[in-house]
């Protein structure tokens, strides 16, 4: 079998990769087939983009690989154009598998080698051997798993190492270094890290800049110390400056996306003008968006540990993506009707979101009480910021080092204690006080 069978030579280098175009109902068992790739491709976009997202500083990344769906959807008005990654998934997903199994193999012969050290000591020839065959062992994992991927990471790839070899050999020639630098470019046009980082990275920023103000004064009122009337007008002119912003925001991330300009996330008018032209689909998204990220809120009550962070990642995944594709389909139905509707449509439309976006900054700040995060919650908003709670990193760090947290508590409780006591606490006196002179009763 030749090196072209992994790598077809056709216009498109991933022409046979992904899972194709749906065969139609007319051919069931090919139907059924695609569904199934395209449910393991999906399932693998998830587990990628958290995988990136509980890393600090490729979540950036994961956030530019979801403002890029958005930008797919809104230009084409399709939600299938919203997986830019599903072409390849299937074959990440396959890599992924493997890696772990050969990784749960690697890790039982140095489990092995580990027992032998305590027991037989470094000296001994048999922990030697063992030495020799867990270093030899990796060598040899990674070998192999360069090699299928080079020879197109299918799952026949995996199991079929000597093929591999010879499809390496094949490579000599000149079309087949041709066809697989085809292939290598359009894997790297595909996934495009550096442009997704840049993307994310304006997103993300874009949002902080609508987001600060109102949010810091929304949080006035949190801390434990302000409660004067001051602090709390504050927190209610945040919490009104919060609703524009929540109105405006989903839909001023994916201009920006559109335009690929940094400063097309301030033109408010253009999306005034698309809200005013499709007030129901503006409406009916703009509750689908805060509904659907609403649950993410409640990871911030009690925060995991930072070890955990895989397991959370991908239900934050799973609520955003698809509240962001909604999101940038509501944007391109606003973007293809010229003229506004009427005042008696859209109208109505604000009167009932008005009071929902404003229970919405309300539950904000509640989030500062309920939270472990204290007031940096209201800050960690899901639906504009990525898929990931950030402060946890900080707040997760802070536990694992006992010797930090500790002075942490000491300099609460030195702060909660009145003046002039010093730090020192006096002993409580449960009856009266013993007299100080020797031999009177």
């Known amino acids: 079998m030749s090196s072209s069978d992994a790598f077809p030579a056709t216009a498109d280098p991933l022409a046979g990769v992904g899972p194709g175009s749906f065969p139609g109902l007319r051919r069931p068992f090919r139907s059924l087939w695609w569904l199934l790739k395209t449910a393991l491709g999906a399932v693998c976009v998830v587990l990628v983009l958290a995988i990136m997202a509980a890393i600090p500083g490729l979540n950036i990344l994961t956030l530019g690989y979801l403002i890029k769906a958005q930008k797919q959807?809104?230009?084409?008005?399709?939600?299938?154009?919203?997986?830019?990654?599903l072409k390849i998934a299937p074959r990440l997903g396959i890599l992924a598998l493997f890696t772990l199994l050969f990784g749960l193999l690697l890790r039982l012969q140095a489990t092995r080698l580990s027992d032998a050290l305590v027991l037989l000591g470094p000296q001994h020839p048999q922990t030697q051997q063992l030495q020799f065959i867990v270093v030899l062992l990796k060598w040899l994992i990674a070998a192999h798993l360069l090699a299928a991927v080079l020879n197109g990471c299918t799952f026949a790839c995996f199991l079929r190492p000597i093929r591999n070899i010879r499809r390496l050999l094949a490579w000599r020639h000149y079309e087949k270094r041709q066809e697989v630098r085809a292939v290598l470019q359009a894997l790297l046009t595909v996934l495009s890290p550096w442009q997704h980082f840049v993307t994310g990275l304006r997103g993300f920023f874009g949002a902080v800049v609508w987001?600060?103000?109102?949010?810091?004064?929304?949080?006035?009122?949190?801390?434990?110390?302000?409660?004067?009337?001051?602090?709390?007008?504050?927190?209610?002119?945040?919490?009104?400056l919060l609703?524009?912003?929540?109105?405006?925001?989903?839909?001023?991330?994916v201009q920006q996306a559109v335009q690929g300009r940094f400063m097309a996330i301030f033109s408010v008018g253009a999306v005034r003008r698309a809200i005013r032209s499709t007030p129901l689909t503006w409406m009916l998204a703009t509750i689908l968006l805060y509904v659907l990220t609403f649950p993410l809120y409640l990871a911030k009550i009690r925060l995991l540990p930072q070890d955990s962070q895989l397991v959370l990642t991908p239900v934050f995944v799973l609520f955003t993506y698809p509240a962001r594709l909604i999101t940038a389909w509501a944007w391109h139905r606003g973007s293809q009707v010229p003229a506004p509707t009427t005042r008696w449509l859209h109208l109505p439309a604000r009167l009932i979101m008005f009071p929902l976006l404003g229970l919405y900054s309300f539950f904000l700040l509640l989030t500062a009480s309920i939270s472990e995060l204290g007031r940096n919650a209201p800050f960690e908003n899901q639906a504009f910021l990525g898929p990931v709670p950030y402060a946890q990193w900080r707040r997760s760090d802070s536990r694992s080092n006992p010797s930090a947290a500790g002075k942490t508590e000491q300099d609460d409780n030195n702060q909660a204690q009145p003046e002039g006591s010093d730090g020192k606490q006096q002993p409580e006196q449960s009856g009266p006080a013993v007299k100080d002179t020797v031999g009177q009763p």
């Not at 230009?75 to 997986?83: A, H, Y």
């Not at 600060?212 to 002119?237: H, M, Q």
């Open 73 to 85: 959807v809104a230009v084409s008005g399709r939600f299938r154009d919203g997986f830019p990654l």
């Open 211 to 240: 987001l600060l103000l109102p949010t810091s004064l929304l949080v006035s009122y949190a801390a434990p110390d302000r409660t004067r009337p001051i602090f709390g007008v504050l927190s209610f002119l945040g919490g009104l």
């Open 243 to 253: 609703i524009p912003v929540l109105a405006w925001l989903p839909w001023l991330q």
